[in-house]
């Protein structure tokens, strides 16, 4: 059986008309490990008497003792692997459901947008000052480029 696999065992006695049996169940965690444990097992020689054996998924089903071939087959069938997967399972909270962060959110949000704005307004306004330092007239607040319009309204 390989313990060092970590198999879970079941062991259950049944009577027939024939006599009784012994039906263990042998859990694998995973298929492929069950199929590569079914193939050792059948070829081994095990004492005690005629073994069947049947693999559903991870599991590996043996019936034994004074049983019929034909009642151990059908002993052994009604041993099935029902893998049920769930794929609906909410993974998070949904965002209507989530308003402890939907206000962390929005607030970072904030935050994020008064530090961008008060970069962008340092940087043009430090552009501004160091250009009219050291292009004093050039650049900005040339004297003749400036202009007023202005309206005779009367």
Known sequence: MD???????VIAKYRS?????????????TPQIARDKITAMQSAQIPGGPFYFRRSGPFVA???????ADEAQSLLALVNYD???TWNQPTKLKPDEDRG???VALVLLCVIAVLAALIFGF???????LLNKFYPNKVFNR????DFIRLDLK
């Not at 006599?19 to 694998?28: M, R, S």
């Not at 940087?123 to 000052?129: V, Y």
């Not at 004297?143 to 400036?146: G, I, L, M």
Request: charged fraction near 15%; charge should be negative.
């Open 62 to 68: 043996a019936a034994s003792g004074g049983i019929a």
């Open 3 to 9: 313990f060092s696999k970590s198999p879970e065992i």
């Open 143 to 146: 004297p003749e480029s400036v």
């Open 101 to 103: 962060g939907f206000i």
């Open 17 to 29: 008309s024939s006599g009784e049996a012994a039906l263990t169940i042998v859990g694998y965690p």
């Open 123 to 129: 940087a043009f306004g430090g552009i501004r000052i």
């Open 83 to 85: 893998a049920d997967v």
